[in-house]
């Protein structure tokens, strides 16, 4: 079987710090997938180059077979990415935005304004379609940031910290739409978060990040039973303190 | 899949902030040079005068109109078109959502820098069309097809103008510097566009300068025609496209 996502040894080093330390884990197609871990843990920079946006310093990753480093840009066609820290070119309106993300894939024309409809109406975006990107808020910018990812109706997404600005509705609203994707479409969904509940609620399988390094990879179930613990919030604590230890 | 980009992204720099404030140094550009005219500065008078005699109002006015005002927001508006391509966009945390899709960063730049490159156009053109209504009735001896001859072929030193913008500026990788020097290059090459008219030994030498091809119409006033227009216009042209790659090139080494 070829997995939707396959790192190996993957390692980033920016000067004397390492950001990513020998990354190893798969994730099936289909699969809704959780990245947890502390700011600075290395989820930004994985997620990163499972793009091709930073190279590694070592060891291969492969997004549906294809090299990351070799095959960039196929990698890229058949993804959606929604980074953390990002904005909208503020004198274009969603709209015009989306038609442009769709005009980056080659789709231009009819099929690009009616795939940007669909998706405004998806999200609700209905009303401000027309409205310049400046000065929308967090919640309104972030909705349109998951419209863009799904543009290209991706086979695998990759979303860093998707649910932060989004109100309780907006963020349940999300979590129903990411694992609608997985279920009815066998999207896989990557995703990070430092809202544990929202993990929980969304991935059988999580990987858990410090400093660097990979230090859990495994259902949620599993992992709560092997350190006796009921609550997200727990597991993550008792993997940090083991670590620390 | 490029060229539908580019035409989406000369329509969205089209409707950028700067635009306005670009048309407005046009228009205040085109107000300005017909009272400039009626009352020229005496050193500019005897200047021009000996440059191109005094038998001609409309050689007069075409150096005016191409050298004191076209050249110098040519030169202005290259600057604040085009030396935050790419990088405004890293800095304003807007590139990380571009480069995450299947376009090479080096082809991005090309598309940015192209457009930039038309709107620039778009703006010089549409300034030429609106002057000529304005000049016939306020400039003696106003020849309305030589003028817009003379923009078709001054256009292109304008677009080589926002292509070296752009491309100094990825080159230097950060925008404040970058405009600097581009500002600093871009109206070096300006200030010495004129050089083959004052001085006809270094003609050729001159004319290695992009600025001098563009302006070349206002030395062949009167006999303008393909001949004269077309080998300067292929040439900017080719300067444009390798100005640009060489900014594609450079761009490889971004960091988003």
Redesign the interface.
């Known amino acids: 079987m070829i997995h939707a996502i396959e790192i190996d040894g993957l390692t980033k080093q920016f000067g004397a710090v390492r950001a990513v330390d020998d990354l190893r884990l798969q994730v099936a197609p289909g699969e809704v997938f959780g990245f947890m871990g502390h700011n600075g843990a290395g989820k930004t920079t994985t997620l990163r180059m499972l ?1 091709g ?2 190279a590694p310093t070592r060891g291969t990753a492969r997004v549906l077979g294809r090299d990351v480093s070799r095959e960039t ?2 990698v ?2 058949a ?1 959606g ?1 929604l ?1 953390a ?5 503020p ?2 309106t969603p709209r ?1 935005f989306l ?3 769709a ?4 789709v ?2 009819e099929p690009a304004a009616a795939r940007a409809d669909e998706l405004l109406r998806q999200f609700g975006l209905q009303a401000a379609a027309d409205r310049k990107l400046r000065g929308f808020s967090t919640g309104m910018t972030q909705k349109v ?1 998951l419209a ?1 990812a799904l543009i290209n109706e991706p086979r695998v997404l990759l979303l860093d910290e998707p649910t932060s600005g989004l109100d309780p509705l907006g963020r349940h609203e999300l979590l129903e739409l990411l694992r609608g994707l997985a279920r009815d479409r066998g999207v896989t969904v990557v995703f990070s978060s430092h809202i544990l509940s929202d993990v929980e609620s969304l991935c059988r399988r999580v990987a858990v990040m410090h400093h660097a390094r990979l230090i859990a990879c495994d259902e949620v179930a599993a992992l709560k039973a092997a350190h006796g613990v009921a609550s997200m919030d727990d597991l993550y604590l008792a993997l940090v303190r083991r670590e620390a230890a | ?1 490029t060229l ?2 580019l035409r ?2 000369v ?2 720099g089209l ?3 700067k635009i306005w404030f670009a048309a407005a140094i046009y228009v205040y550009t085109l107000l300005a040079v017909p009272l400039l005219l009626l009352n020229p500065p005496p050193h500019v008078a005897a200047a021009m005068s000996a440059f191109f005699g005094d038998q001609d109002p409309f050689t007069f006015f075409m150096y005016v109109w191409t050298d004191l005002a076209m050249n110098k927001v040519v030169a202005m508006l290259g600057v604040v078109l085009a030396a935050g391509v790419v990088l405004r ?1 890293r800095d ?3 590139l ?9 960063m080096p082809r991005y730049f090309a598309v940015r820098a192209t457009s930039a490159c038309l709107v620039t156009a778009v703006l010089y053109i549409t300034t030429q069309l609106i002057a000529v209504p304005v000049f016939m009735a306020r400039v003696p001896g106003f020849r309305p097809g030589e003028f817009l001859a003379a923009g078709l072929l001054h256009v292109w030193a304008a677009m080589f103008a926002t292509a070296l913008a752009a491309t100094l500026t990825v080159i230097v990788g950060r925008r404040g510097p970058g405009l600097l020097l581009s500002l600093i290059v871009i109206m070096t090459l300006v200030g010495m566009a004129f050089l083959g008219f004052y001085h006809p030994a270094w003609r050729s030498i001159a004319l290695l300068n992009p600025f001098a091809l563009g302006v070349e119409a206002v030395g062949h006033l009167g006999a303008l025609g393909p001949g004269v227009l077309l080998p300067p216009m292929l040439g900017l042209a080719a300067i444009c496209a390798a100005t640009i790659l060489v900014g594609a090139f450079a761009v490889r080494r971004l ?2």
């Open positions: 793009l946006l930073t840009l196929a890229r066609r993804c990415y980074p820290d990002y904005a909208l070119p004198d274009m015009q038609v442009y993300v005009a980056m894939f080659g231009t024309g940031g863009q | 899949m539908a980009l989406l992204d329509r969205a409707r950028e902030r966009e304003t945390r807007v990380p959502i571009f480069a995450s899709k299947p376009i090479s960091e988003v």
